[in-house]
């Protein structure tokens, strides 16, 4: 049957030659198992964390998707079709996935453009119709695709050829390519993927990077500092993607507020990383705040963008629909900055959206997201004191 069914899937190959529609309309929100928990996957994990995304809140919060990432792969069959690790995964992952989908959630995979994944397992080199046969028939819902061992591929060849092999076999996957911004990605994933890689992997700090030899981690400022000039290519179906969050993984409660609001200006995918089913107090507030997620899911699609900066204090804004703004003041340093911002003496403007603001002509309600308190209006000049490493987000909402 397999057989049978690879022959009518390649023999359709060239009816399709591109992505699904209407998938990914706005960031993706979700889980991955890869920042906590690493080699160190089961069935048990992750039918555990399914049900932790539920009764935390953080389904209806608007999290969807649980995603395994490397290493639930055992070998190939006689036919090389992959299986899944039989210590790991005893039950299948077809039963896996029936059991996060009577959640309510979706399934994620992960794979490689090589032919050994970044874990040493058997990736999709060679196999990329076959792979992707076995996830539609497996019920998989997302597929993270990476870059390890793929020295001598070609990117946008590599990537195009498994999203043919995922339109091919029927069933609609999230795309998400993992090639770590190094062939510039979103110059040409448009059309490829629903999300990409700008740079290389985050590490859970705010302002370092970690040195591994022969390639850097990234703290998060690192990360926001590399998406300067991105922002045009980004947009409902198609996002960039800065990495998955480190909220919750060893930051301070101010970090990790800030990484998550700096990701939600970002219009960038949320992909969790920590243990759900243990969340400290402080963890699950960040993760959970509806109204910062809003900022990221806003429908308009359009990132936010640096408004101004003095290498301390960065003020972004972030067009929303419904003619709203969003405002962020990062404080980069480890101390406590005054901020003041005059409203009536500043203008907002925005090439990529084409929206513009005067806020001594246009009045607007000013709310913080953070403490959900209304702070009165843009006739009233800012002035807060921020904490090091902490944000002050707002939502400008017009009268």
Not at 312 to 336: H, Q, Y
């Amino acid at each position: 049957m397999k057989k049978i069914l690879l022959l009518v899937c390649l023999a359709c190959v060239s009816a399709y030659g591109q992505k699904f529609d209407n998938l990914a309309l706005t960031p993706p929100m979700g889980w991955n198992s890869w920042n906590k928990f690493a080699d160190k996957v089961n069935e048990d994990l992750i039918r555990q964390t399914a049900d932790a995304m539920v009764s935390s809140g953080m389904k209806d919060a608007g999290y969807e998707y649980i995603n395994i990432d490397d290493t639930w792969e055992g070998e190939r069959d006689s036919q090389g079709f992959i299986q899944t690790d039989p210590r790991k995964f005893p039950s299948g992952m077809k039963a896996l996935a029936d059991y996060v989908h009577a959640k309510g959630l979706k399934l994620g995979i992960y794979s490689d453009a090589g032919a050994k994944t970044c874990g040493g397992k058997p990736a999709s080199r060679g196999h990329e119709y076959q792979d992707a046969l076995t996830y539609a028939q497996w019920g998989i819902d997302y597929l993270k695709y990476d870059w390890c061992g793929c020295e001598d591929l070609n990117a946008k060849g590599a990537y195009t050829t498994m999203r043919d092999a995922l339109h091919a076999a029927g069933r609609p996957i999230v795309f998400s390519i993992c090639e770590w911004g190094s062939n510039k990605p979103w110059e040409w994933a448009g059309e490829v993927g629903n999300l990409w890689r700008t740079t290389g992997d985050i590490h859970p700090c705010f302002d370092c990077k970690e040195d591994h030899g022969t390639w850097y981690s990234w703290g998060v400022l690192q990360i926001l500092d590399q998406q300067e000039g991105l922002r045009k290519y980004a947009g409902p179906g198609h996002w960039n993607d800065p990495d998955m969050l480190e909220v919750g993984n060893g930051m301070t409660a101010n970090e990790d507020r800030a990484h998550f609001s700096m990701w939600c200006m970002l219009a960038a995918p949320l992909i969790s990383g920590n243990d759900l089913r243990h969340m400290s107090k402080e963890t699950s507030e960040i993760l959970l705040n509806k109204d910062v997620i809003a900022v990221d899911q806003d429908k308009l699609g359009i990132e936010g963008f640096r408004y101004s900066s003095d290498s301390i204090l960065e003020v972004w804004f972030k067009p929303l629909a419904d003619g709203d703004w969003a405002m962020c003041v990062l404080n980069r340093s480890t101390r406590p900055q005054k901020v003041r911002f005059d409203w009536k003496n500043k203008k907002v403007s925005d090439d990529l959206s084409k929206r513009e603001t005067r806020f001594d002509t246009t009045v607007y309600r000013v709310r913080n997201l953070w403490t959900r308190r209304d702070l009165g209006t843009t006739e009233e000049t800012l002035n807060a004191e921020l904490p090091g490493h902490d944000v002050l987000m707002l939502r400008l909402n017009k009268q």
